[in-house]
């Protein structure tokens, strides 16, 4: 199992370019979760999805949106790039469980830097 | 509103001595608890959780502890190891809960000295 995988690793983008950030997991796992980390801040949430077809904003949605397709894919795209968008995105997935124990099991990262 | 909290961003540590780290939260509905092991350009590993209803969990050289009525948890690590230098991320999930989302604290940066 390669787990969660995330392209690219680094981008460059300028203000107003859009990108996706692109994650696939092989674990089979309902959940699916994107992150941004900006430095000396812990993990904020930006959507999630519990099952293709089904996906919900998180804490900082804003200038993001996201797609679920397949169990496996969880595309983040960025439609016009700001400054305030330079950080470093996490996605992660989980498994459905019955009760709220939740081990998230993330990639390993993405570093955008929007100038 | 921070609803986890880690007030250390850092701590220095000399190999072999114990290493504490210290989380407190503020929503009393978060029904378990989970910590989160950071390297640098890696994404964070699952480290150790405990459920709201105990207040002990061990695994190896990682205990994590909860004081519900302080809404503090802590993880002691013993001894610790250079390996064990990384980003320490303290996370809550609730039991209503539709997405089990976590939230997480701001992370404290472990240096364990050899």
């Known amino acids: 199992n390669a787990g969660v995988t995330q392209t690219p690793k680094f981008r460059i983008l300028k203000i107003g370019q859009s990108m996706t950030l692109q994650c696939a997991q092989d674990?089979?796992?309902?959940?699916m979760y994107w992150y941004r980390q900006d430095p000396g801040m812990g993990l904020k949430l930006i959507y999630y999805?519990?099952?293709?077809?089904?996906?919900d904003k998180g804490e900082v949605p804003n200038g993001y949106n996201v797609s679920r397709s397949t169990t496996e894919d969880f595309p983040l795209r960025l439609e016009l790039a700001a400054p305030s968008q330079t950080s470093v995105y996490f996605c992660?997935?989980?498994?459905?469980?019955?009760?709220?124990?939740?081990?998230?099991?993330f990639g390993p990262g993405t570093r955008l830097t929007v100038l | 509103d921070q609803q986890v909290k880690q007030n250390s961003p850092s701590l220095s540590v000399q190999e072999g001595r114990i290493s504490i780290l210290n989380c407190d939260y503020t929503?009393?509905?978060?029904?378990?608890f989970l910590w989160y092991k950071k390297y640098p350009a890696e994404g964070p590993t699952f480290l150790i959780s405990?459920?709201?209803?105990?207040d002990k969990n061990e695994d190896g050289r990682f205990t994590v502890f909860l004081n519900k009525s302080a809404k503090h948890l802590s993880l002691h690590i013993v001894p610790s190891q250079p390996g064990d230098s990384a980003v320490y991320f303290c996370?809550?999930?609730?039991?209503?809960?539709?997405?089990?989302?976590?939230?997480f604290g701001g992370g404290t940066r472990l240096m364990v000295k050899p």
């Open positions: 929503n009393s509905m978060f029904d378990y």
């Open positions: 992660a997935s989980s498994p459905r469980l019955a009760s709220s124990y939740n081990e998230q099991f």
């Open positions: 405990i459920s709201s209803i105990k």
């Open positions: 999805s519990v099952g293709a077809g089904i996906t």
């Open positions: 674990m089979n796992h309902n959940y």
């Open positions: 996370a809550a999930s609730g039991v209503n809960n539709a997405g089990n989302m976590l939230t």
